[in-house]
Nanobody, 115 residues
Framework: QVQLVESGGGLVQAGGSLRLSCAAS????????MDWYRQAPGKQRELVAR???????NYVDSVKGRFTISRDSAKNTVYLLMNSLKPEDTAVYYC?????????WGQGTQVTVTQ
């Protein structure tokens, strides 16, 4: 079992920055991939950024150059640094971890970007 706890969401003006954190606990040694997803009202949940255990990074096109995913293995924590935020980045952001056939999700943290 893996438990994920997100923090760092909030209200920010367009052009501002936020850093999300996702602290993992439990069976963390076997996690292969950790991701950040987001879901805006009325839309499907989408993958925002991914970091593999080997350090490989992937981003959805809409956030490339603005968001950075990183990991502190000693703290079992994954971060999402979001710069140059836009109103269309408004969503609930979820941390996700994959351990073999198992998927784990955090509770989500709200990010709201105003004009």
């Amino acid at each position: 079992q893996v438990q994920l706890v997100e923090s760092g969401g909030g209200l920010v003006q367009a052009g501002g920055s936020l850093r999300l954190s996702c602290a993992a606990s439990g069976r963390t040694f076997s996690i292969a991939v950790m991701d950040w997803y987001r879901q805006a009202p009325g839309k499907q949940r989408e993958l925002v950024a991914r970091i593999s255990s080997g350090g490989g990074l992937n981003y959805v096109d809409s956030v490339k150059g603005r968001f950075t995913i990183s990991r502190d293995s000693a703290k079992n924590t994954v971060y999402l640094l979001m710069n140059s935020l836009k109103p269309e980045d408004t969503a609930v952001y979820y941390c996700h971890a994959k351990d073999g056939p198992y998927d784990y999700w955090g509770q989500g943290t709200q990010v709201t970007v105003t004009q």
